[in-house]
């Protein structure tokens, strides 16, 4: 499901899961306790968080194992994607994203908990969870909220577009572009001018630019995911999601 490779003082999180790494309960749960092995490991500097499918970095919740989980069940699971979300957004150590492939809803989200983006061109990036018909969760809202320029915000929450290339790096959804055959090595050189700074100081800096927005996502997580819970199990929605899983699993 996940591979976990050192090289040097980088340490290389592979995503690499049936469905194109489709986000189920055991994908989060292998994603916590990986990050807890990577912050743990006084050798490794910089983590690289990647896909083992060429063209597919993640499309999201994998809705075919979800689509039977009744409401709290559901509930248990977006509480530990949550808390995945907080584990790698709070990672003390650098953590840069090598997107390959498409990464739409969940997969730009585990995107977004990154320190740097690089996508490959012709890559789709977005949340297109109102397209869906829930809303993004309270943790992804704010996560967003620090991550994009206050002006790319309707076209990425609120109209739910996928974006590629030069818009991705407009929307913030992306820091930097490269060729796909080339995308691993420039990651990578990007990883390791991280790695190179003072652990102590980085993770000093780190913690303060993101401490506010973990604080505010582990406050309220639990209290308004209520909202979506009712948007998931809506009759509408869940058409929506049944006719989507019935036309995948045709093919």
């Given at each position: 499901?996940?591979?976990?490779?050192?090289?040097?003082?980088?340490?290389?999180?592979?995503?690499?899961?049936?469905?194109?790494?489709?986000?189920?309960?055991?994908?989060?749960?292998?994603?916590?306790?990986?990050?807890?092995?990577?912050?743990?490991?006084?050798?490794?500097?910089?983590?690289?968080?990647?896909?083992?499918?060429?063209?597919?970095?993640?499309?999201?919740?994998?809705?075919?194992?979800?689509?039977?989980?009744?409401?709290?069940?559901?509930?248990?699971?977006?509480?530990?994607?949550?808390?995945?979300?907080?584990?790698?957004?709070?990672?003390?150590?650098?953590?840069?994203?090598?997107?390959?492939?498409?990464?739409?809803?969940?997969?730009?989200?585990?995107?977004?908990?990154?320190?740097?983006?690089?996508?490959?061109?012709?890559?789709?990036?977005?949340?297109?969870?109102?397209?869906?018909?829930?809303?993004?969760?309270?943790?992804?809202?704010?996560?967003?909220?620090?991550?994009?320029?206050?002006?790319?915000?309707?076209?990425v929450a609120l109209l739910g577009r996928?974006?590629?290339?030069?818009?991705?790096?407009?929307?913030?959804?992306?820091?930097?572009?490269?060729?796909?055959?080339?995308?691993?090595?420039?990651?990578?050189?990007?990883?390791?001018?991280?790695?190179?700074?003072?652990?102590?100081?980085?993770?000093?800096?780190?913690?303060?630019?993101?401490?506010?927005?973990?604080?505010?996502?582990?406050?309220?997580?639990?209290?308004?995911?209520?909202?979506?819970?009712?948007?998931?199990?809506?009759?509408?929605?869940?058409?929506?999601?049944?006719?989507?899983?019935?036309?995948?699993?045709?093919?």
């Open positions: 499901m996940i591979r976990i490779d050192r090289r040097g003082r980088i340490g290389i999180l592979t995503l690499d899961k049936p469905r194109g790494n489709a986000i189920d309960p055991p994908l989060v749960e292998a994603l916590i306790d990986a990050a807890r092995e990577l912050r743990d490991d006084s050798e490794v500097r910089g983590v690289l968080l990647a896909s083992a499918h060429p063209k597919l970095f993640s499309p999201g919740l994998d809705l075919v194992s979800l689509v039977e989980f009744d409401r709290p069940a559901m509930e248990r699971f977006m509480l530990r994607f949550a808390e995945m979300a907080w584990a790698l957004y709070a990672l003390p150590k650098p953590l840069v994203a090598a997107v390959s492939g498409h990464a739409i809803a969940g997969g730009c989200i585990l995107a977004l908990t990154a320190d740097w983006r690089l996508l490959a061109r012709g890559a789709q990036i977005g949340l297109n969870e109102v397209k869906v018909g829930v809303p993004l969760p309270w943790s992804v809202a704010v996560l967003l909220k620090a991550s994009a320029p206050p002006q790319a915000l309707s076209r996928n974006f590629a290339d030069e818009e991705a790096l407009a929307a913030g959804l992306a820091d930097e572009l490269a060729a796909g055959d080339g995308l691993r090595a420039a990651s990578l050189a990007r990883l390791e001018e991280f790695a190179e700074k003072d652990p102590v100081a980085f993770a000093g800096i780190k913690s303060y630019l993101r401490e506010a927005t973990l604080a505010s996502m582990r406050a309220e997580e639990a209290a308004r995911l209520g909202v979506w819970l009712d948007a998931w199990f809506s009759e509408a929605t869940q058409t929506r999601i049944r006719a989507t899983v019935s036309a995948f699993t045709k093919k």
